[in-house]
């Protein structure tokens, strides 16, 4: 278990729709970072928050969007849903306040969008 | 740009034996992290090892270990004395230190240990 906690396990939407997604980072940890892993894209890197800032932002696209709340857990916010946005969403936590630390992953999310 | 390619997309290892997983990667920065993440079918990631590219000095952690080649852009993985546990998908990560904040995958290379 790596501490991260993520919910739901498993969400099912329609395209066009708006979901929501939870991570509650490892205790201490105040670095909070978002990647996606689909067929088509592979593992992309998306956001990264540090104590409640956005502190790097890959390739995250508009229709998403990320916010970290001052008891340090995640949401990220996916709408305006396409098929192609069915994923494994992952989230993972550091103390480091940059990439290059060691992070801990979540179980992921997995959103199947039909 | 930035670019990590996994040249080997499935592999096979005899339990006990030792593999190496290759990566390289294409840059024009001279600071940067690889990392390399461990897949099991559970599907968590884990990381497995990490290289400061300032380091010469190859990383280590317990069986696993790299062999960085800066000049060629090379960061292999060598597991030794396979364990069945360690049947996953392996993914290469670039993350450039510039302030650009690049963080680059490699495709995977699916790796099964044979009993």
């Known amino acids: 278990d790596s501490g991260v906690t993520q919910t739901p396990k498993h969400l099912i939407t329609a395209t066009g729709q708006r979901v929501t997604l939870r991570c509650s980072p490892r205790s201490g940890d105040l670095s909070v970072y978002w990647y996606q892993q689909s067929l088509d894209q592979g593992l992309q890197f998306l956001i990264q928050?540090?104590?409640?800032?956005?502190?790097a932002k890959g390739n995250i696209l508009e229709r998403f969007s990320a916010q970290q709340f001052p008891d340090l857990h995640s949401e990220l916010n996916l709408s305006s849903l396409e098929l192609g946005d069915s994923a494994l969403y992952f989230c993972?936590?550091?103390?480091?306040?940059?990439?290059?630390?060691?992070?801990?992953f979540g179980a992921g999310t997995r959103l199947s969008v039909l | 740009a930035q670019t990590v390619t996994q040249s080997q997309p499935e592999m096979s290892v005899q339990e006990a034996e030792t593999v190496t997983l290759s990566c390289t990667y294409d840059t024009s920065e001279s600071n940067y992290y690889l990392f390399w993440y461990k897949q099991p079918p559970s599907r968590q990631m884990i990381l497995v090892i990490r290289?400061?590219?300032?380091?010469?000095q190859n990383a280590t952690e317990n069986r696993f270990s790299v062999n960085f080649q800066k000049a060629a852009k090379s960061f292999s993985l060598k597991i030794s004395d396979s364990q069945l546990g360690d049947t996953a998908m392996y993914f290469c990560a670039f993350i450039s230190t510039s302030g650009t904040y690049k963080y680059i995958f490699g495709t995977g290379t699916r790796l099964k240990v044979l009993a």
């Open positions: 290289q400061e590219a300032y380091k010469q």
């Open positions: 928050y540090y104590n409640g800032e956005e502190r």
């Open positions: 993972a936590s550091s103390v480091d306040t940059g990439l290059r630390g060691i992070q801990y």
